[in-house]
């Protein structure tokens, strides 16, 4: 009796178990997706005011805008969506927005162009981070009375200053700061000037795909759908974002099934990871690159043969594969994969004997000795190590000086450094938001910094700002690339790509995530 009852207490132990390792799969339901994040960054809910990449992701869940992205393929292009159409005048300088009718709120509040009027203007009147993109096209807090105008319920204007291309304009409108606010339902928040900020801080009053159920800050922010939004009621009906600030427990998280994602895991941890048959390792290109830099003014760098010498000295294939596990993408032109105008070819690799002559051709057959500047940012510390390395081959003595990085941009945006590993963060997915900083020393951003002070490159970074007609704008980046790849003080070393282990019972996260940093689209999640 006694051994028929331990052998059932056995199987039951036994049908436990295996029950408890199935639950672990479906601890979260199908209607749910839970993020395991470091919340820590979350500052506002605002759309007016956010400016963080994960934050603005989670808002522009919240909020619809005129102009939205979408993904074409592997490219990001602005599309419609509070807006039914937009006209552009001939000079190309005033842009005339019909919306669609029947739009709602996600509290059932109708929804139309004195709304989008409203809330632009908001956000020229509060402090945005992001509204200095529409104030680089000629619209200001003093002046957007005159240049946003509201023509009736549907249709409103807008006027820029110059006739830049489509692609700018458009691709600018789709960032936070464009948001449409309900303005009935922020209104009785108001306290003084603060255009209902400090409400909207922990509250949402838009016209998202989701609704801020609740934030309770160091936990958890609740989403759920929005009934009203204009594309349709997403699938995943309700989005729950845990803070959970270490990394080893938001892992432990999703290989328990108790999150769907993690969104701060990388390097060994992801690696590990990417053995666990339940999961997968989801890798998209960021909106950022990582490069070397070289002061044009400064001795030897102030030769453009030189400056070939050291581009063909790095050997970018060990940097991603071995330092960074390949999680970078080869890109050497300045322009990101997935953005209007961007250049497949990647012309440099390491060529030691061709290096070691561009340096003969330019008077230093023997090298010469360089300070390499980075900062403590990993993985920076080994790519600076790796440069040195790859450099001492040709001659090229490079001392390596690691600082902070408040050190290093305060050296560098004063013209002080020689050589510097650095990066560089995008605001709009076209090419002329990297040709101004990597090729036009009149922008007084990188290649000022660096002192490349080149008129072609420049005059063309801003002849092709203006220019209408897509096929000649492509073709005149081409041309600048080109041009940039032969003569310019960069060696990029690679773009950063962005990384999540997710579980396999989560869909869709491949195309959610494509424009990640510029665009997250959580409708396209399904269990």
Same mark, same amino acid.
């Given at each position: 009796?006694?051994?028929?009852?331990?052998k059932f207490f056995a199987i039951l132990c036994l049908g436990l178990l295996l029950f408890s390792?199935?639950?672990? @799969?479906?601890?979260?339901?199908?209607?749910?997706?839970?993020?395991?994040?470091?919340?820590?960054?979350?500052?506002?809910?605002?759309?007016?005011?956010?400016?963080?990449?994960?934050?603005?992701?989670?808002?522009?869940?919240?909020?619809?805008?005129?102009?939205?992205?979408?993904?074409?393929?592997?490219?990001?292009?602005?599309?419609?969506?509070?807006?039914?159409?937009?006209?552009?005048?001939?000079?190309?300088?005033?842009?005339?927005?019909?919306?669609?009718?029947?739009?709602?709120?996600?509290?059932?509040?109708?929804?139309?162009?004195?709304?989008?009027?409203?809330?632009?203007?908001?956000?020229?009147?509060?402090?945005?981070?992001?509204?200095?993109?529409?104030?680089?096209?000629?619209?200001?807090?003093?002046?957007?009375?005159?240049?946003?105008?509201?023509?009736?319920?549907?249709?409103?204007?807008?006027?820029?200053?110059?006739?830049?291309?489509?692609?700018?304009?458009?691709?600018?409108?789709?960032?936070?700061?464009?948001?449409?606010?309900?303005?009935?339902?922020?209104?009785?928040?108001?306290?003084?000037?603060?255009?209902?900020? @400090?409400?909207?801080?922990?509250?949402?009053?838009?016209?998202?795909?989701?609704?801020?159920?609740?934030?309770?800050? +160091?936990?958890?922010?609740?989403?759920?759908?929005?009934?009203?939004?204009?594309?349709?009621?997403?699938?995943?009906?309700?989005?729950?974002?845990?803070?959970?600030?270490?990394?080893?427990?938001?892992?432990?998280?999703?290989?328990?099934?108790?999150?769907?994602?993690?969104?701060?895991?990388?390097?060994?941890?992801?690696?590990?990871?990417?053995?666990? @048959?339940?999961?997968?390792?989801?890798?998209?290109?960021?909106?950022?690159?990582?490069?070397?830099?070289?002061?044009?003014?400064?001795?030897?760098?102030?030769?453009?043969?030189?400056?070939?010498?050291?581009?063909?000295?790095?050997?970018?294939?060990?940097?991603?594969?071995?330092?960074?596990?390949? +999680?970078?993408?080869?890109?050497?032109?300045?322009?990101?994969?997935?953005?209007?105008g961007y250049v497949a070819d990647n012309p440099f690799y390491q060529d030691i004997p061709k290096?070691?002559?561009?340096?003969?051709?330019?008077?230093?057959?023997?090298?010469?000795?360089?300070?390499?500047?980075?900062?403590?940012?990993?993985?920076?510390?080994?790519?600076?190590?790796?440069?040195?390395?790859?450099?001492?081959?040709?001659?090229?003595?490079?001392?390596?000086?690691?600082?902070?990085?408040?050190?290093?941009?305060?050296?560098?945006?004063?013209?002080?450094?020689?050589?510097?590993?650095?990066?560089?963060?995008?605001?709009?997915?076209?090419?002329?938001?990297?040709?101004?900083?990597?090729?036009?020393?009149?922008?007084?951003?990188?290649?000022?910094?660096?002192?490349?002070?080149?008129e072609f490159a420049a005059n063309l970074t801003i002849e092709a700002q203006f220019e209408k007609?897509?096929?000649?704008?492509?073709?005149?980046?081409?041309?600048?690339?080109?041009?940039?790849?032969?003569?310019?003080?960069?060696?990029?070393?690679?773009?950063?790509?962005?990384?999540?282990?997710?579980?396999?019972?989560?869909?869709?996260?491949?195309?959610?995530?494509?424009?990640?940093?510029?665009?997250?689209?959580?409708?396209?999640?399904?269990?």
């Amino acid at each position: 009796m006694n051994r028929r009852f331990t052998k059932f207490f056995a199987i039951l132990c036994l049908g436990l178990l295996l029950f408890s390792f199935g639950f672990a @799969k479906t601890n979260v339901p199908n209607d749910t997706v839970v993020i395991a994040a470091d919340t820590g960054i979350f500052i506002t809910m605002d759309p007016g005011m956010v400016y963080e990449v994960l934050p603005g992701k989670i808002v522009d869940a919240l909020y619809a805008k005129i102009v939205e992205l979408e993904a074409h393929g592997d490219t990001l292009v602005p599309v419609p969506r509070l807006a039914e159409k937009w006209e552009i005048s001939e000079d190309a300088m005033t842009y005339t927005f019909t919306m669609r009718k029947g739009l709602k709120f996600a509290n059932g509040d109708p929804l139309n162009a004195n709304d989008a009027v409203w809330s632009i203007k908001r956000s020229m009147k509060l402090t945005s981070s992001s509204k200095w993109l529409i104030e680089s096209v000629g619209i200001t807090e003093d002046n957007v009375d005159q240049t946003v105008k509201l023509i009736d319920d549907y249709t409103f204007t807008m006027k820029f200053d110059k006739p830049y291309a489509s692609n700018i304009i458009l691709g600018i409108l789709t960032n936070q700061f464009a948001s449409v606010v309900n303005r009935k339902q922020v209104e009785p928040h108001m306290s003084g000037d603060d255009l209902g900020q @400090k409400w909207l801080d922990d509250n949402s009053a838009g016209a998202g795909a989701y609704v801020l159920q609740k934030w309770e800050r +160091n936990n958890q922010i609740v989403l759920v759908a929005n009934p009203y939004y204009v594309e349709g009621q997403p699938k995943i009906r309700r989005i729950v974002v845990r803070d959970v600030p270490e990394a080893a427990n938001q892992r432990l998280m999703v290989e328990k099934g108790d999150a769907d994602v993690a969104w701060n895991v990388t390097g060994t941890m992801l690696k590990e990871m990417a053995a666990n @048959k339940e999961l997968r390792i989801v890798r998209v290109p960021g909106h950022g690159n990582e490069y070397l830099a070289m002061n044009a003014s400064w001795g030897p760098l102030k030769d453009p043969k030189v400056r070939l010498a050291v581009k063909y000295s790095i050997n970018y294939d060990e940097i991603i594969d071995i330092l960074l596990d390949g +999680n970078a993408l080869k890109v050497q032109g300045f322009v990101s994969k997935g953005y209007f105008g961007y250049v497949a070819d990647n012309p440099f690799y390491q060529d030691i004997p061709k290096a070691k002559k561009l340096l003969a051709e330019a008077g230093y057959p023997n090298g010469f000795e360089v300070e390499l500047m980075t900062s403590t940012a990993n993985p920076r510390p080994a790519q600076a190590e790796k440069i040195q390395a790859d450099l001492a081959k040709v001659g090229i003595k490079a001392n390596i000086v690691i600082v902070q990085a408040s050190q290093m941009y305060t050296k560098y945006r004063e013209r002080g450094q020689q050589m510097v590993i650095a990066g560089w963060g995008n605001d709009y997915p076209d090419a002329d938001n990297l040709a101004h900083a990597h090729a036009n020393y009149k922008a007084n951003q990188l290649a000022w910094r660096n002192a490349w002070e080149d008129e072609f490159a420049a005059n063309l970074t801003i002849e092709a700002q203006f220019e209408k007609d897509p096929v000649r704008r492509e073709l005149m980046y081409k041309i600048l690339t080109d041009y940039w790849f032969l003569n310019g003080p960069f060696a990029m070393l690679y773009q950063t790509v962005e990384t999540w282990p997710v579980r396999n019972e989560l869909k869709g996260f491949e195309q959610a995530a494509i424009g990640y940093g510029m665009l997250f689209d959580f409708t396209k999640l399904y269990k």
